[in-house]
């Protein structure tokens, strides 16, 4: 059984900055593509970025692409979004999202690709 558990939201001005974090608890971190997606209440979830098995491959929704990162890390058994320069847009409900995969270059922006899904954390952006 996978469990993923975010952490890092809350409340930032705009321009500004803010870290989440995804902790993985269950087997073969590296086993997993790992992706954020985010949520506005009425809103389809919409991918936000994406990192390959092994932490070499990345790839972002243009709208946040330059301001955001993805990475991970494999001894610790977690992912990380660094948000910077934030707008208002941005606020959402930010999910973590796991898939399993055989290959280590694959990605996917599709959410009914991921079996596995944390609870969401808060990001509020004011203006």
């Known amino acids: 059984q996978v469990q993923l558990v975010e952490s890092g939201g809350g409340l930032v001005q705009a321009g500004g900055s803010l870290r989440l974090s995804c902790a993985q608890s269950?087997?073969?971190?590296?086993?997993?593509?790992m992706a954020w997606f985010r949520q506005i209440p009425g809103k389809e979830r919409e991918f936000v970025a994406a990192?390959?098995?092994?932490?070499?491959?990345?790839a972002y929704t243009p709208s946040v692409k330059g301001r955001f990162t993805i990475s991970r890390d494999n001894n610790r058994n977690m992912a990380y979004l660094q948000m910077n320069s934030l707008k208002p847009e941005d606020a959402a409900l930010y999910y973590c999202?796991?898939?399993?995969?055989?290959?280590?270059?694959?990605?996917?922006?599709?959410?009914?690709?991921?079996?596995?899904w944390g609870q969401g954390t808060q990001v509020t952006v004011s203006s």
């Open positions: 269950g087997r073969s971190f590296t086993n997993y593509v």
């Open positions: 990192v390959n098995r092994p932490g070499d491959t990345t």
């Open positions: 999202a796991a898939k399993l995969s055989a290959t280590a270059f694959e990605w996917t922006d599709v959410p009914g690709d991921y079996r596995w």
